[in-house]
């Protein structure tokens, strides 16, 4: 199957408005909800009473409808195109955003978030299966850094700049914002995108299913499922929600120099994904791969995290850094996509996701157990008890990463 564009499709420029733009926006989108509990969290516990671990399970109740959502996603992906199932997808975002925004008690806003994380879990794999049928191959690296840029973004609007807005809208009008921006991403890819006959599309629902197993019974898929669940998944979880009270609790900061700090995350994270996209081409013709960027990246991740829980270092520069790291992790997509055939793009990337938001909600509901355990058996103050679970986390990745260090033995798939 070749990976050249046919002579009909339009030129880069138009592509990149009427296919990377959408896209971009869903994703953005996406993040922005991903991440935003972390700054309204202490206004969400102080209307609702909230501890730790409910906290926790309001949060993660995204990660948890998005991760259930990831092989059906996956499946519809490739029958039905990124088009249609984007931009129904996206409708239901906008109506779980005005339902949190209306909502009173603690089951109302989790459900509501549970809807979100429904309706954004196709955002970033209908992206990436949109740019394998309209962009080259060898542009995929850096279309996939570009719009990891846009949710990096997306990031840094719900740190400082959406805690600086708290006081005017609240943060029920940040969500009937966010609702008015879903239907307007909706429009635009329902109407504005290109179609194109899939390959491998056809088939029953039984041919679906054999493809997903196809992927999960891979050896070379399960080598990256550490890596996705805990560095991956465990950035998520950190900075959807437990970044704020570890600068909070640990560095003893406001909630205004907390969400600072949090702002500076995510910059690092998009001068990575930015970076990325601008120099990933550069890099593999010079023997730096995706694989070998990621596995620098994330290694140079964990040495951060290990200078944050020993309190060694500038605590900006080190937030910053430990985003910077955390970017090449989103590499992990296009390298995973890369061993398999290209109708299996969409099953492929959602099943690797699935393990990425599996992490996510066991990071984010079980280090809010944790510390609430640790605190009731033993009294242990809560800058304590967030690090001992950030070291949990640590030593989970270090296990990940074994398995990720080894996967440069598996050739990239070559159609026949």
Same mark, same amino acid.
């Given at each position: 199957m070749s990976a050249a564009l046919p002579e009909a499709s339009p030129p880069l &420029?138009?592509?990149?408005?009427?296919?990377?733009? &959408?896209?971009?926006?869903?994703?953005?989108?996406?993040?922005?909800?991903? $991440?935003?509990?972390?700054?309204i969290s &202490?206004?969400?516990?102080?209307?609702?009473?909230?501890?730790? *671990?409910? +906290?926790?399970?309001? $949060?993660? $109740?995204?990660f948890f409808a998005f991760g259930l959502a990831q092989i059906p996603v996956g499946i519809a992906l490739d029958r039905y195109g990124p088009r249609r199932v984007e931009g129904v997808l996206l409708l239901m975002t906008a109506?779980? *955003?005005a339902l949190f925004a209306l909502g009173e008690t603690l089951p109302a806003l989790a459900t509501a978030r549970g809807l979100i994380g429904l309706g954004v879990s196709a955002c970033l794999m209908a992206g990436l299966k949109g740019f394998s049928q309209w962009? &080259?191959?060898e542009r995929l690296a850096s279309m996939t850094g570009y719009i990891m840029s846009c949710g990096a973004l997306g990031a840094v609007t *719900?740190?400082?700049?959406l805690e600086a807005a708290l006081p005017f809208i609240g943060w029920r009008g940040a969500f009937w914002c966010v609702a008015a921006l879903a239907l307007v991403a909706s429009a635009l890819i329902l109407f504005t995108l290109p179609e194109r006959p899939l390959p491998g599309g056809g088939g029953d629902l039984q041919d679906a299913l054999r493809g997903v197993l196809e992927v999960m019974g891979a050896r070379r898929f399960w080598s990256f499922v550490g890596q996705s669940a805990f560095f991956t998944g465990g950035f998520m979880a950190l900075q959807g929600l437990w970044a704020v009270p570890w600068l909070m609790h640990v560095n003893g900061y406001t909630? *205004?120099?907390?969400?600072?700090? +949090?702002?500076?995350?995510?910059?690092?994270?998009l001068a990575g994904q930015l970076s990325i996209g601008a120099w990933a081409g550069r890099l593999a013709r010079h023997g730096v791969t995706p694989l070998r960027l990621m596995q620098a990246g994330l290694f140079c991740t964990m040495l951060v995290e290990a200078l944050m829980i020993a309190d060694l270092g500038p605590t900006r520069a080190l937030w910053w850094a430990l985003g910077l790291g955390s970017a090449t992790g989103a590499q992990m997509y296009g390298v995973v996509a890369g061993l398999f055939p290209l109708h299996l793009t969409g099953r492929v990337t959602t099943s690797i996701n699935l393990m990425a938001f599996v992490g996510a909600f066991a990071v984010q509901w079980g280090l809010g157990g944790l510390l609430d355990s640790l605190r009731a058996a033993t009294g242990m103050g809560m800058d304590a008890s967030l690090r001992i679970a950030f070291m949990i986390l640590l030593g989970a990745q270090v296990l990940g990463f074994i398995p990720l260090a080894r996967a440069g033995r598996y050739r990239p798939w070559q159609a026949g």
């Open positions: &420029p138009s592509l990149f408005v009427r296919v990377f733009l &959408p896209f971009a926006l869903g994703y953005y989108l996406s993040y922005l909800m991903r $991440t935003v509990n972390a700054v &202490p206004d969400l516990t102080r209307e609702l009473g909230l501890g730790a *671990a409910d +906290l926790g399970l309001l $949060t993660s $109740t995204y109506l779980g *955003a962009f &080259p191959r *719900a740190s400082a700049p909630r *205004a120099v907390a969400a600072d700090h +949090l702002f500076w995350l995510n910059l690092g994270m």
